[in-house]
């Protein structure tokens, strides 16, 4: 059984920055694709970013390119998005996720999830 968790979720002022982490668990040996997504209420699921943990492939949303940085410990097998110059609009619950197709952002391709971690950027 694959498990996401996230945390680091805060709330922060405009043009602060935030670390978010997601522990994975349940992978045998093979690399997969490991995502954030974001959803703010009333509004659809969006991909922010993905990383390929066998590397060589990282992808962003034109939307955080150049704030956020995805990376991967292969190590201690967690996930983290770097955020900087957060904006109010990057206020959404944010979501982990896993699979072993890495090829877009549909959410409905990625079988595991995490519970959600808060992210509130005020003004």
Not at 17 to 35: D, K
Not at 69 to 95: C, F, G, R, V, W
């Amino acid at each position: 059984q694959v498990q996401l968790a996230e945390s680091g979720g805060d709330s922060v002022q405009a043009g602060g920055s935030l670390r978010l982490s997601c522990a994975a668990s349940g992978y045998t040996g093979r690399s997969y694709c490991m995502l954030w997504f974001r959803q703010a209420p009333g509004k659809e699921r969006e991909g922010v970013a993905r990383i390929y943990t066998g590397g060589g492939y990282t992808s962003y949303a034109d939307s955080v390119k150049g704030r956020f940085t995805i990376s991967h410990d292969n190590a201690k097998n967690m996930l983290y998005l770097q955020m900087n110059s957060l904006k109010p609009e990057d206020t959404a619950m944010y979501y982990c996720a896993a699979g072993y197709y890495c090829g877009g952002w549909s959410y409905k391709v990625y079988n595991y999830w995490g519970q959600g971690t808060q992210v509130t950027v005020s003004s």
